[in-house]
């Protein structure tokens, strides 16, 4: 029976100024964890990442800056039968780039965002069980994700998101293994965090 054990998520926490000449400090952080079990196995998925995003405004509903981004999960595999047939995968992602943020305000209440990011990606990849091995991989991304900010008092407010796309191409460095991911959520997932202009 699959359990959902924590589900933290406070995204896109910023502080921004919607006028020309100020500056961007955004940020995605969220913990996931899973876990399911029955008489003869157990697996366990933990899932942490953290995205920040600094940006200067410069024009008005126009922003420009630099974004990374770090994930670390863990799949684990236990049986109680055969413990050496026991598995682990650590999954560790860094990605640095640049983005661009065009914003148009709706009423003195709401705003519409969409970032267009790009940039490195490095995945590094752990698998345990009888033996352990590492695989690194390098390539690029590319991402879209629109918004909506609620202003609820004095340019303090609310972030809504709600998916976007996610494209990237990643290569190994230890033989010729490729991966070409195109991720699709819009509409698909949701989430919240708070913002104050200034």
Known sequence: MKKTLVILALAMFSFANAQK????????????????????????????????????????????????GFSSSKNKYTYQENESNNQE?????????????????????????????????????????????????DGFYMSFAPGLFLNIKNNFGLNFGIGGLTYSNIKSNQNNASDSNFYFNFGQSFNIGISKNF
Do not use: H
């Open 89 to 137: 995968r650590i999954t560790k992602n860094f990605s640095a780039g640049a983005f661009v943020r065009y914003s148009k305000s709706l009423s003195q209440m709401f705003l519409l965002y969409a970032d267009l990011g790009a940039g490195y990606k490095n995945l590094k990849e752990t698998n345990t069980n009888s033996f352990s091995s590492t695989t690194t991989f």
């Open 21 to 68: 000449g100020t500056y961007l400090v955004s940020g995605n952080v969220s913990f996931w964890s899973n876990k399911d079990s029955n008489q003869a196995s157990e697996s366990k998925f933990d899932n942490f990442n953290f995205s920040p995003k600094v940006g200067y405004q410069f024009k008005d509903n126009w922003t420009v800056g630099v974004e990374t």
